[in-house]
C-alpha cells in the first residue's frame, strides 16, 4: 500500500513539475495562447527538460539528488506562475487534475486487468 501512495504522489508532483517548466518558458519566450491550456504548456515542458537531459548528460551525472532537484525546481515554477494569476488558472487546475486523476484510475485498472489475463493463461498451461 506504501508503495502505491509513493506512485500516486510522484504521479502528480511530476506532471505538475513539467506543467511549471512549460508555463515558465512559454512565459520566457512570451508566447501567448487565446486561452489557458495546461497540455500545450506541459508539451512544452517536456520538449524542454528532453533538451536539457541531451545537453547535461555530458556534463553531469543525473543521479538521485540531480532529479529531486529539477522536480523541486518545476513545483517552485508551477507554485509561482500560478499563484500570480490563480483566478485565470483555476479552472484549468480542476480540470487537468479530474482528466489526469481518471488516465491513472484507468492505468491502474488495465495493469490489474492484464495481470488477471496473464494469470489466467499460466493456469490453463499448467
Given at each position: 500500500?506504501y508503495?502505491?501512495?509513493?506512485?500516486?504522489?510522484?504521479?502528480?508532483?511530476?506532471?505538475?513539475?513539467?506543467?511549471?517548466?512549460?508555463?515558465?518558458?512559454?512565459?520566457?519566450?512570451?508566447?501567448?495562447?487565446?486561452?489557458?491550456?495546461?497540455?500545450?504548456?506541459?508539451?512544452?515542458?517536456?520538449?524542454?527538460?528532453?533538451?536539457y537531459?541531451?545537453?547535461?548528460?555530458?556534463?553531469?551525472?543525473?543521479?538521485?539528488?540531480?532529479?529531486?532537484?529539477?522536480?523541486?525546481?518545476?513545483?517552485i515554477?508551477?507554485?509561482?506562475?500560478?499563484?500570480?494569476?490563480?483566478?485565470?488558472?483555476?479552472?484549468?487546475?480542476?480540470?487537468?487534475?479530474?482528466?489526469?486523476?481518471?488516465?491513472?484510475?484507468?492505468?491502474?485498472?488495465?495493469?490489474?486487468?492484464?495481470?488477471?489475463?496473464?494469470?489466467?493463461?499460466?493456469?490453463?498451461?499448467i
Amino acid at each position: 500500500m506504501y508503495n502505491f501512495l509513493v506512485f500516486i504522489t510522484y504521479y502528480f508532483l511530476i506532471l505538475t513539475s513539467i506543467v511549471g517548466y512549460g508555463l515558465y518558458s512559454l512565459k520566457l519566450l512570451k508566447i501567448k495562447f487565446h486561452f489557458v491550456n495546461f497540455g500545450y504548456a506541459g508539451l512544452f515542458g517536456i520538449y524542454i527538460l528532453i533538451v536539457y537531459s541531451y545537453f547535461s548528460n555530458l556534463f553531469i551525472a543525473h543521479t538521485e539528488i540531480h532529479n529531486l532537484i529539477i522536480l523541486f525546481i518545476g513545483l517552485i515554477l508551477f507554485i509561482y506562475l500560478v499563484k500570480q494569476k490563480y483566478s485565470l488558472y483555476k479552472s484549468e487546475i480542476i480540470f487537468s487534475f479530474i482528466v489526469l486523476f481518471y488516465y491513472f484510475v484507468l492505468y491502474c485498472n488495465l495493469k490489474i486487468t492484464m495481470i488477471f489475463h496473464i494469470i489466467i493463461f499460466l493456469i490453463r498451461i499448467i
